[in-house]
């Protein structure tokens, strides 16, 4: 099964950018869709955007749309987020996450990594 380690978090000032970055491990990434979730304190873990195996389709949470580019490099295997004009509101752990498909719901996704902190500050 496939290993993800997420990288990339920090903290960083409203408006600011950061790229997230997803190294995998193990066999066959590129059968796999790929998804970015989040998760702040108190709250459940939430959809932040997804890509299909060949990159050819993605889609994004409705909180992220226009801010945040998912993609993927089947070459290095590897997949990124990349955020900018980012706000309070984004400060949560990013996870980022293999589902044998291109869906939003958590629940289709086999594989998980530990996640990386974004730090939002005003």
């Known amino acids: 099964q496939v290993q993800l380690q997420e990288s990339g978090g920090g903290l960083v000032q409203t408006g600011a950018s950061l790229t997230l970055s997803c190294a995998a491990s193990g066999p066959n990434f590129s059968s796999y869709g790929m998804g970015w979730f989040r998760q702040a304190p108190g709250k459940e873990r939430e959809f932040v955007a997804a890509i299909a195996w060949n990159g050819g389709s993605t889609r994004y949470a409705d909180s992220v749309r226009g801010r945040c580019t998912i993609s993927r490099d089947n070459t290095k295997n590897s997949a990124g987020l990349q955020m900018r004009s980012l706000k309070p509101e984004d400060t949560a752990v990013y996870y980022c996450?293999?589902?044998?498909?291109?869906?939003?719901?958590?629940?289709?996704?086999?594989?998980w990594g530990q996640g990386t902190q974004v730090t939002v500050s005003s």
């Open positions: 996450a293999a589902s044998p498909g291109f869906d939003w719901h958590p629940k289709s996704y086999v594989s």
